[in-house]
């Protein structure tokens, strides 16, 4: 344990304290809307998804796997954890395992970011209904994928078992370590901020149920990894790096799920250590997104992956970073400043999707509007918010 606090220490760091006040510029945010009110309101939103669904895949038709199909299972296991309910448990329970023995360790194309989409999902239909084999599959995956975290060695070394190239141990001066690669497959070199935030916040919910040092080390190495390697001098986490010749995406590729993974897995990890820092860098890095990123207008709501069209990946982002902040909410339900920040910035994406991007119970994928019929992945992509908006107005 000596170690992990001492990475612990690494991890805090120095980073100047966010301004937690909400903007006035934000368009609604706050809502009257009732407890009762706003479980009907996600469940008739989830309830939409039903005809899409293929029970012999465990997936819907409409959206594919990545993460698609996972991000509508998350949310129907996290409404019925928020509501104490089993509402969905039979549907979502039936789905995981299809999914799993459909596709091996939940990873049909070969990447650890969509194997843990649906390792997470399977978490958090663990924590809601006990099933110790929903989080059986999550810890193969995590296993799985713990192969393709560079350790101390590897980088020291330069050589990682299972790529067929050599590695930096330094870029641009900080550590390689704790970085985990986006493919299982020898000469993909990305290691990137999602599949890192994914590996971290996984593996941090597993040291919760555990108590394992194995996977509250990992979580934090991970987390190591994002703060000091993969930040902009804004806050606001960065994309991929690739460490055989230590180049970079652009800096303007910023990504809502890329801080929201790392602000998951901060609470997350938080939830165990108690660990003071580990808070202090979710709030800023969780403010830094709410008010300083690209991905939102003045008026706060999010005009990332509008896609009235077409499903694409980009959609779903702003899905995960929701998701986060509620999860930062539900830790610091305290009216401390970062939890009232949290609440009103989830409103504010709440009353978007209800008002500019609602078409009776369907939602377009473009929260700011116009509405539009039915499609799969403008509803998959609001669930998370109409799910979200249960606890944090509470």
Not at 72 to 96: G, I, M
Not at 238 to 247: A, E, G, K
Request: proline letters at 3%.
């Amino acid at each position: 344990m000596k170690l992990t606090a001492f990475v612990l220490s690494t991890l805090a760091g120095i980073t100047l304290a966010q301004d937690l006040g909400v903007p006035l510029s934000w368009r609604e945010f706050s809502n009257n809307r009732s407890l009762s009110d706003r479980q009907t309101i996600a469940q008739t939103a989830i309830d939409q998804m039903a005809s899409d669904y293929n029970a012999n895949t465990g997936q819907y038709n409409s959206i594919g796997f990545w993460p698609t199909g996972a991000t509508v299972l998350s949310a129907q296991a996290n409404y019925d954890f928020f509501t104490k309910t089993t509402t969905y448990k039979s549907h979502v329970t039936d789905a995981l395992n299809t999914a799993f023995s459909v596709n091996a360790h939940y990873d049909p194309f070969g990447y650890n970011d969509d194997a843990m989409w649906w390792a997470t999902a399977a978490y958090y239909a663990y924590r809601a209904y006990g099933d110790t084999n929903l989080l059986n599959h999550a810890i193969d995956v995590w296993t799985r994928v713990s192969a393709f975290q560079i350790t101390s060695a590897e980088a020291a070394s330069g050589t990682v078992p299972g790529k067929s190239f050599t590695i930096q141990g330094t870029c641009d001066g900080a550590s390689m370590v704790g970085g985990v690669f986006w493919r299982p497959v020898a000469d993909d070199t990305g290691v990137n901020s999602v599949t890192t935030g994914l590996f971290m916040a996984l593996s941090a919910y597993l040291a919760q149920q555990s108590g394992s040092a194995t996977y509250q080390n990992a979580a934090t190495a991970a987390g190591n990894w994002i703060k000091n390697a993969n930040k902009n001098a804004a806050g606001l986490v960065l994309d991929t790096i690739h460490p055989n010749d230590c180049s970079r995406s652009p800096a303007d590729w910023l990504f809502t799920y890329n801080s929201g993974k790392y602000v998951e897995g901060l609470v997350a990890l938080y939830a165990t250590t108690k660990d003071s820092s580990l808070m202090t860098e979710a709030t800023n890095v969780a403010a830094a997104g709410m008010k300083n990123a690209p991905w939102q207008g003045s008026n706060g709501v999010i005009t990332e992956g509008a896609s009235p069209n077409s499903n694409g990946d980009g959609v779903y982002f702003k899905s995960v970073w929701v998701r986060a902040l509620n999860e930062l909410f539900r830790a610091n339900n305290d009216q401390s400043g970062i939890a009232i920040l949290a609440h009103s910035y989830i409103d504010v994406q709440y009353n978007a999707v209800l008002e500019l991007a609602a078409n009776g119970s369907t939602y377009s994928s473009s929260w700011p509007g116009p509405p539009q019929g039915f499609t799969g992945w403008g509803q998959a992509a609001a669930l998370d918010v109409l799910v979200s908006a249960i606890t944090a107005n509470t």
